[in-house]
Structure formats: C-alpha cells, structure tokens
C-alpha cells in the first residue's frame, strides 16, 4: 500500500511542477548587475503569474524586482520623478529579463 500511495504522490507532483510556470524571485537587481538579494525560483500556483516591478529614473533603470504575485495587474505610474512598471507574464522566467 505504501508503495502505490508513494508512486501516486510522485505522479502528482509531476503533474503540478508540469502545468505551473516557473518564476524567477530577485528582491534586488539593477541594470548592470546581477541579483544581489533573494535569488531563487517559485512556481506559480492558482491565481498566480511572474510579475516584475522595474524603477525607472530619467528613463535609466534603477531596480528590478521580480517574484511570484496572485492577481497580478499590469500598471505604470509616476511617483517623485520615479517610473514604476509593473508587469506580468506567464511563461518560464519571463519576468527577469531588462
């Protein structure tokens, strides 16, 4: 009993990992460099997509923040000379690219 009980949790699990989209999380990255905080992976799960949030100065990229978000919304506004980008996508790593 336990081996079918283990072979069908395996199974489930491969479907889950199969049907989700695989994110890429970085609390900390700017333009010329690589991520300096909270690098990692997450895998969306219902109601869930890959979302970055880009800080634009003078039209120069200041920071990029990246993550799993549940009902994510794509928005832009300015706030103190600043531009904020926020963007969805749902596709694997979509949401770490400049």
């Known amino acids: 009993m336990n081996k079918r009980f283990l072979s069908l949790f395996c199974l489930t699990c491969l479907i889950v990992e199969a049907i989700s989209t695989r994110c890429i999380i970085c ?7 690589r991520c300096r905080r909270g690098f990692g992976v997450c895998h969306t ?7 970055s949030l880009k800080i634009f100065l003078n039209n120069t990229l200041q920071v990029l923040y990246t993550v ?7 928005l832009t506004y300015d706030f103190h000379n600043r ?14 690219r400049l």
Do not use: A, I
């Open 27 to 33: 609390h900390l990255r700017t333009h010329s460099d």
């Open 68 to 74: 799993c978000q549940k009902f994510c919304k794509n």
């Open 45 to 51: 799960k219902k109601n869930e997509s890959c979302m």
């Open 83 to 96: 531009t904020y980008v926020h963007e969805c996508c749902d596709y694997n790593s979509c949401n770490y």
